[in-house]
């Protein structure tokens, strides 16, 4: 009875705010609900994060300032829905799918942002490459359409601009990119420098900027890879580009500290770490199409082993590293090809490829490890004859791991390259042998 007269309660009322977080009093809600707070004649939208036994604590997709204890609560009749579909081609969108490019209103069904994986056994098989018209990334680190990649790098290296030159570059028919935490003032530097009228014409852009709400910033991600979905299961072969997975982390340890949760590894509680796989495996193969996904980490420091990139780096199928280093010797894009690895490469690729590839790479690591001795002349040319081939080719092998971000470079081009230099470098070993 008790159950019955709660269930028919159409509407409640704020009982405390602290911080960013609501308490309600008075409805019976569950985790996931979406409500309505009534604010001196205005309507603010929170979900619901976590109850008791006494009362239901909700995040708001908008400021706290102003809500006053005894605000009326009404719980909305679904989840939050936003628009789905082609019509989405070429538009900017904040995390609830509103316009924010000054385009009009988008006519397209509305769905929900949540949806289960695919089955694993209903899942394509990846055996087809996908081009990105990034040819050290197509060469020596293939990526295979339906294939989840992370990019592991500090800030400032060139992680967006490698992104969005992978989105001009793709053979991919649809592109969808997730910006998650950005910079407001880069947003639109990216769209029309980076990005540009080519790239933008077959993408769909959702953008949650740091200083909106966690909720948002979290719904940014789950919009992008539900707009994926929809593209994939209409038969397209798509990529998904998020930026970043650790902004994402964090929002989720913003929602999950304010819902009671303990701060367990470096500081994120434990539904971080079940968001990741949760939301990655969304991505991938599907029975139809494809997604293919490129999602950004942020290692502070170098450190690849801290919380957020070791999860992700055990959900994804292969990590490109982008090294300082290389950045600061005026290399782009900084992909240290030696440090990073697509799973999948050995199964999207012809025997002769990956030859030619794992000579590219014995030669580079040959001459990595004698380069502190080429530096202070103390290396004896002959001692190693890999060496010797890969320091006599140098600028050759950097000129090919060299791209501008505005180059797009098909994979044939890049293959044929790579087959010349590594002819090249086999020759130069017989020579000196």
């Avoid at 990005?195 to 933008?200: A, C, I, R």
């Avoid at 707009?227 to 397209?236: P, Q, Y």
């Avoid at 139809?288 to 999602?295: L, P, S």
């Amino acid at each position: 009875m008790t159950g019955t007269l709660l269930r028919a309660v159409s509407r409640g009322s704020v009982s405390r705010v602290v911080g960013t977080e609501v308490e309600l009093r008075g409805l019976r809600l569950a985790v996931g609900d979406a409500v309505d707070v009534e604010v001196r004649g205005e309507t603010r939208v929170g979900e619901v994060v976590a109850v008791d036994d006494h009362a239901a604590r909700a995040l708001l997709l908008g400021t706290t300032a102003g809500i006053a204890r005894g605000d009326v609560v009404r719980p909305r009749p679904g989840p939050l829905t936003s628009p789905i579909g082609d019509a989405l081609l070429g538009r900017i969108v904040d995390a609830l799918g509103r316009p924010i490019d000054g385009k009009g209103p988008i006519d397209a069904p509305h769905d929900g942002v949540d949806a289960a994986a695919p089955n694993a056994l209903a899942r394509q098989r990846v055996e087809d490459p996908l081009d990105t018209g990034v040819k050290l990334i197509d060469t020596l680190c293939t990526v295979g359409r339906g294939q989840r990649m992370g990019l592991f790098a500090g800030s400032g290296v060139g992680k967006s601009t490698l992104l969005a030159m992978m989105v001009r570059g793709t053979t991919a028919s649809r592109s969808v990119i997730a910006l998650v935490g950005e910079r407001g003032r880069e947003v639109r530097e990216f769209v029309e420098d980076v990005l540009g009228p080519e790239g933008l014409a077959r993408s769909v852009v959702v953008v949650a900027t740091s200083d909106e709400p966690a909720l948002l910033r979290l719904r940014a991600a789950f919009l992008a890879t539900r707009v994926a979905e929809a593209f994939a299961d209409d038969g397209h072969d798509v990529l998904l580009t998020v930026d970043s997975l650790t902004r994402l982390a964090t929002a989720q340890r913003e929602v999950g500290l304010a819902a009671g949760e303990p701060p367990t590894s470096k500081g994120y509680p434990p539904s971080v770490f079940a968001l990741l796989p949760r939301l990655l495996e969304r991505s991938g193969p599907r029975e139809v199409g494809t997604i293919t996904a490129f999602y950004t980490v942020l290692v502070e420091g170098g450190d690849h082993d801290e919380p957020v990139a070791d999860a992700a780096r055990s959900i994804l199928d292969g990590h490109l590293v982008l090294d300082r280093s290389l950045t600061t010797a005026g290399r782009f894009p900084a992909i240290d090809p030696l440090a990073s690895l697509s799973r999948l490469a050995t199964t999207v690729t012809t025997p002769q490829q990956q030859a030619d590839a794992q000579t590219l790479r014995r030669s580079l690591a040959a001459a990595d490890r004698v380069r502190d001795l080429v530096e202070v002349g103390a290396y004896v040319p002959g001692s190693d004859r890999v060496a010797d081939a890969a320091l006599s080719l140098m600028d050759d092998l950097v000129a090919f791991l060299t791209q501008s971000s505005q180059d797009v470079v098909t994979s044939d081009d890049a293959w044929m390259r790579i087959a010349e230099l590594a002819a090249r470098l086999r020759a130069t070993e017989e020579a000196t042998a």
